[in-house]
């Protein structure tokens, strides 16, 4: 069974960092892209970046460039979102997913982690 | 690149069928067969729907259904159920540095 776990909610104060992580298993983790997408609080689905883990080729929407870090560990089968200095405007929904490149759908989803941004 | 356009909500009652439109350009929805279709029920990760436009991945049910014309998508809920209550988005291919886009979300209220 395909499965993507992600790390648990996450609680930090502006201006900290923070590296969430996506577990692969249950398939050949390597060749396939992962994507990162946000979720605002109660709003839709967005983009961050991509990553395709078995030589770490790494593309960013333009609206997260330079705002994020995206990276993978191939040997542990975990994709990594991180920040270098969070803003209250980062609380949100962050998802991972297995993307198919070949025509942009998602065909699995990681649960999803919390992270707030709260002074 | 702007996201595509979807009616913020929609309704039915049971067992009626209902559309959600999603509406971008020929640079996107207009341009590729590339149009998928998400459901997310609340607190819930997204679960695909509908992939390439009308493929329905095995174990959807085949009350969902999907359709393409010019710039728009079109995905389609018929015989509605409670269950189908929940936020629906579509995504298309968009090519070059934007490479994928989201709709903008539909909440779909079973009547």
């Known amino acids: 069974e395909v499965q993507l776990v992600q790390s648990g909610a996450e609680l930090k104060k502006p201006g900290d960092s923070l590296k969430i992580s996506c577990k692969g298993s249950g398939y050949n983790f390597n060749p396939h892209w992962i994507l990162w997408v946000r979720q605002l609080p109660g709003k839709g689905l967005e983009w961050m970046g991509i990553?395709?883990?078995?030589?770490?080729?790494?593309r960013y929407s333009p609206s997260f460039q330079g705002q994020i870090t995206i990276s993978a560990d191939k040997s542990i089968s975990t994709a990594y979102l991180q920040w270098r200095s969070l803003k209250a405007s980062d609380t949100a929904m962050y998802f991972c997913a297995r993307l198919i490149i070949t025509d942009t759908h998602v065909d699995f989803w990681g649960q999803g982690t919390l992270v707030t941004v709260s002074s | 690149q702007s996201a595509l356009t979807q009616p913020a909500s929609v309704s039915g009652s049971p067992g009626q069928s209902i559309t959600i439109s999603c509406t971008g350009t020929n640079s996107d929805v207009g341009g590729y067969n590339f149009v998928s279709w998400y459901q997310q029920h609340p607190g819930k990760a997204p679960k695909l729907i509908i992939s390439d436009v009308s493929n329905r991945p095995s174990g959807v049910s085949n009350r969902f259904s999907g359709s393409k014309s010019g710039n728009t998508a079109s995905l389609t809920v018929s015989g509605l159920q409670a269950e189908d209550e929940a936020d629906y988005y579509c995504s298309s291919y968009a090519g070059g540095n934007s490479l994928v886009v989201f709709g903008g979300g539909t909440k779909l209220t079973v009547l």
């Open positions: 990553i395709y883990p078995s030589d770490s080729d790494t």
